[in-house]
């Protein structure tokens, strides 16, 4: 079965700086998705950022990327100039092709430091 | 677009009630789940469907049923509450073209 491993339950970061969150997950698939989701106090669930496995560029949506390691399965984000904003809890989500079910890590709850 | 609606937000029910939780989504999506979010749990898939008729049992499914009669309409069922189902739980859609997830407000369930 797959699993998805978030090993940092939280992280503090300076406002300005930049952050970068652990996700490892595990998979016998080859074809699949990834995702990080951002979830704010207000408990809303936003999409992040994706990326697809067959895809050898790392994706990036504005301050956001991910580090993308297909052969050691590991799939972290990282958060440039840090907001406050950007204080929130982060999921990381796995989801193989053809698979209906997306499984999520445990989440890492973020700190901004002002 | 409403997207993905839940109601209610907020909910007490004392051991041994009954409810249902419901979710609508107005984007035509074939796949809807239901998740559980407990702290420092993350999120557990409870019941998911693929189409109109078809449901399936996720990680947690104990202690919930589901229907799925229509595309947009997929209510959540909660059977003799008991303490251990206090949670949040999310209701969340995706089309077959698109592998992400669009998620609902959440409903935050305490069984007193």
């Known amino acids: 079965a797959q699993t998805v491993t978030q090993s940092q339950p939280e992280m503090s970061v300076q406002e300005a700086e930049t952050v970068t969150l652990s996700c490892t997950y595990d998979?016998?698939?080859?074809?699949?998705?990834l995702f990080w989701y951002k979830q704010p106090p207000s408990r809303q669930m936003i999409l992040v950022i994706r990326q697809e496995a067959y895809k050898q560029q790392n994706a990036t949506e504005n301050r956001f990327s991910v580090n993308f390691q297909k052969a050691a399965k590991s799939f972290s984000l990282k958060i440039s100039d840090s907001q406050l904003g950007d204080a929130a809890m982060y999921f990381c989500a796995y989801r193989s092709v053809g698979d209906d079910k997306i499984i999520f890590g445990k989440g890492t709850r973020l700190h901004i430091l002002p | 677009n409403a997207g993905v609606t839940q109601t209610p937000k907020f909910r007490i029910l004392k051991i041994g009630q009954s409810m249902t939780l419901q979710c609508t989504q107005d984007m035509n999506h074939n796949y809807m789940y239901w998740y559980r979010q407990d702290p420092g749990m993350g999120l557990k898939l409870i019941y998911y469907?693929?189409?109109?008729?078809?449901?399936d049992k996720g990680e947690v499914p104990n202690g919930y049923n589901v229907s799925r009669s229509t595309t947009e309409d997929f209510p959540l069922r909660l059977e003799l509450a008991a303490p251990s189902q206090t949670s949040v739980y999310f209701c969340?859609?995706?089309?077959?073209?698109?592998?992400?997830?669009?998620f609902g407000q959440g409903t935050r369930l305490t069984v007193v």
């Open positions: 469907s693929v189409g109109a008729g078809i449901t």
């Open positions: 998979t016998s698939e080859s074809d699949y998705y």
């Open positions: 969340a859609s995706s089309h077959r073209n698109l592998p992400e997830a669009f």
